[in-house]
Structure formats: C-alpha cells, structure tokens
C-alpha cells in the first residue's frame, strides 16, 4: 500500500549539502524533510575535510563551539614532496578570519552536529532508511518524490512544494527529470586505503608526486588515509595483478611507510573513487532544484567539492526561504536565481581542475609507474616560485579554503554562539 505524505520542501539526501540546506530552510519556518537513503552517516571514504568558510559558517549558525568539541585534527599547510624537493603548496596562516586552517573532522560527526541542530527546529524532519526512487509530477512539474523504505519495504508518495536533489553524483533525481550534463574527460580514478600513524610522525597533510604516481596521506589520528591515483578506467586490471602490485607501487613512492604497506592484505580493503567532472546546463525544472554533485561533480584535485556543495546550499536558503516562507512556493524564475548565483564559483573551480588533469595528471599518468626513471634533481618553476615567494601560497589556500564566492548565512538563520556536549 502506498503511504502518502507531504512537507513544503523535500531533500533527497543527508549529505552536507542537504543537511546545511535543511537546517537553514528549518529556522527560516519552512516545513523542510530530509530523505536520507542510509540508516546512519557511518561511510569511510567520504569527505572529512571541513574549510575555513564553512567553519566561519558555523560560527554564524552558533554551531562553532560545538564543532570545536568534536575530535579533529587541523592543517595550516599543505605540502607537496616531489622527487626534486619538497614545496609548501597552500598556506592557511595567510587566510582572513578566525579559521586560518583546515579542520579535518570524520564526515559522520559533523552530520550527526547539523542534524541535532536542525532537529532542534520544529518544521525539521529527518528520514532514515529512505531510498528516493523517482519523482512526482503533475502536468510539467515536479511535485515530489517516490521513496522506499529500506528497513520494512513499503513505498511513499512525498508531496512537496520545492524538491531539492542533493544526492550526489549519481543524482536519481538528476536522471528521473532527465537534465543533461557536460562531462569533461578525466585522466584517472582514486584508490582509497588506510594505512596505520606513528605519534612522532608528521602531522596534516601530504602530497608525493613523482613521474607515473601521484598520492596523499592525510593526517587522521592513528592512521593514514591514503589517496593512490591511477589511470581512469585501470581500476580491473590493476585488481587483476594483486594487491602487492599496490604494496610495491606505494612503497616506492612512499619509502618511509614501506614498513607498514603489508596490512593491505587484499584489495577488500582498497575503495575506488569513480572520478567524474561534470555539470548541468540546467540545475532546476519547475518544482525542482539540483546542488552540489548533483548538478556540478568535482574532481578530488583541491579537495573543494564539499565546500562548493554548502555554498550552493546556503545560497538556495538564503534566495528561497523568504518565498517559500510567505508565500510557500518558488517559481522556476526564482530556482535560476540559485544556478545564476553559483555557476560562475563552479566554472571557476572546474576550469582550474581541467587545467591541473591536462597539464599535471594526464601527463604524468600517462607514464609507466613501474618502469625506471630517473628522479628529477630540481623543483619545477611553479613549485620553486612558491617557496622563493611564500605569499603566493595564499593563493592556492583562499581558492581551497574560501572558494571564489563564499556564502554567509542569512541573518534568520544566525543564533549566538553556545556551547552544548557532543553525544
């Protein structure tokens, strides 16, 4: 049997994208549900990487001092070791504000803060165990969603005045209203693997780049995780040759955590990150609105894709809420509002990202990394104007850390600062 529901506004996914966006539409009044596919926010792999303009976000929301609480680990710089040196990429210390740095907090706590706080809200539902399986539509325009219940089964008709898709790359939304992307090629895919930490050793974040590899260790506490790049589409083959094909490839590019390569026992504990680079024409039809991957996937290169993703959703509260308040309905007008603020932030970043897969990544992957070569005896130019003008590493760090356009909450959105005990 069908169980039929309705709220003003319905959000397909709990990511942080759709959780910022229902925790803002929430204290704007708006009778907001969000529809989380999992029964909790316990993934691995998953962005943890928090930036300065989302702590500065929080801050605004009276959410600063309970994220402050949460176990993190927190990066002023970011280096890169490359056979002819090692270079300080981007430089946090040089940003403005209160957060010179990054906050490198597991993904699930810092849903789990936004949902306590949008729970707080009473307009504020949050479903879990919801697979949203496709649209409603009435005439032309979408109207809501279908779900499935993960646990009992039983489907569900959602109405909904506004539908939001924040579910990602493989968008279900995206593909039940049919809405065209651009895709740009991409030179390779992500391995993703833990690795165990020292206490004495280095602490942040770590590229080494060398002809044919390219990885990054982050900084998690008592272990590494670790980003090995390979060429796109290489993922069977590799898995084909063996996990120790990885051991001795890491090993090799990371000497000093050859000791501890053999607890990757098999490639069961090895994630692929299937990397993609697109973005919509279109982020909205009438009754629905794609952000972040949903309607722009970003590459891992900078690490921006969360950040873009809750600048999109406080822009769309913050050019939404006040009509889906008053009147509790937006038109298709005002939904081009939401792309027209945030597509030129997202072509920015992407052309950025396609200049580094073409001139960088595509180059160098495109080597034989088990092949010998000879190690480059000096710095490339770039890398040796950074460290010969240490204020240029602010550049790479404001794009990192504050994005082209960053977003602020709206003044109904703002509570003072307060301190309350994590879970």
């Known amino acids: 049997m069908m169980n039929n529901e ?81 270079v300080t990429i981007a430089d946090f210390t040089r940003l403005p504000g209160a957060h010179p740095h990054l906050a490198l907090v597991p993904q699930w706590d810092f849903l789990d803060l936004l ?26 325009k979408v109207t809501g969603v279908r ?13 909904a005045a506004l539908t939001v898709g924040c579910d990602g790359r493989g968008s279900t939304l995206r593909a039940a209203a049919g809405l065209r992307s651009r ?58 040759a063996g996990i120790a094909t990885l051991r001795n490839r890491f090993a090799r590019l990371v000497p000093w955590m050859a000791d501890r390569v053999d607890t990757l026992e098999s490639f069961d504990q090895v994630q692929l990150l299937d990397v993609r680079l697109d973005r919509l024409r279109r982020w909205s039809t009438d009754g629905l609105l794609l952000i972040g991957d949903a309607a722009h996937a970003m590459s891992p290169v900078g690490g921006v894709g969360i950040n873009l993703a809750v600048a999109d959703a406080v822009a769309t509260a913050r050019l939404l809420g006040p009509a889906l308040r008053s009147s509790g309905s937006v038109t298709p007008a005002q939904l081009r509002r939401v792309q027209a603020r945030r597509l030129w932030p997202t072509v920015v970043l992407q052309s950025l990202q396609r200049v580094a897969h073409k001139v960088i990544l595509g180059r160098a992957l495109g080597f034989d990394p088990d092949a010998e070569h000879t190690a480059a005896t000096s710095l490339p130019l770039p890398a040796r104007l950074l460290e010969r003008f240490p204020a240029l590493r602010g550049i790479p760090a404001r794009l990192v850390g504050i994005g082209p356009l960053p977003e602020h909450a709206p003044e109904w959105a703002r509570r003072p600062r307060t301190l309350h005990a994590h879970r």
Request: with cysteine.
């Open 183 to 240: 895709a740009f090629g991409v030179p390779m895919d992500v391995w993703w693997f833990r690795l165990p930490r020292r206490t004495d050793e280095v602490e942040g974040g770590l590229g080494r780049f060398s002809t044919g590899h390219f990885a990054v260790v982050i900084d998690r506490g008592d272990y590494w995780q670790c980003a090995y790049l390979i060429r796109k589409g290489s993922d069977a083959e590799l898995r084909a």
């Open 115 to 140: 949902a306590e706080a949008a729970e707080a809200e009473p307009t504020f539902t949050l479903i879990r165990n919801a697979e949203v399986t496709g649209v409603l539509r009435v005439g032309g």
């Open 147 to 159: 779900w499935t219940d993960r646990v009992g089964g039983e489907e569900h008709e959602l109405s």
């Open 6 to 86: 309705r709220t003003s506004v319905a959000v397909a996914g709990g990511g942080p994208a759709g959780m910022v966006l229902g925790l803002l539409l929430a204290r704007a009044g708006v009778e907001v549900t969000v529809l989380e596919k999992h029964a909790d926010f316990l993934r691995d792999f998953r962005g943890d990487t928090v930036h300065p303009s989302t702590l500065t976000l929080l801050d605004e929301l009276g959410l600063g001092e309970r994220f402050a609480a949460l176990p993190q680990r927190r990066v002023q710089q970011l280096r890169g070791v490359l056979d002819g040196g090692t």
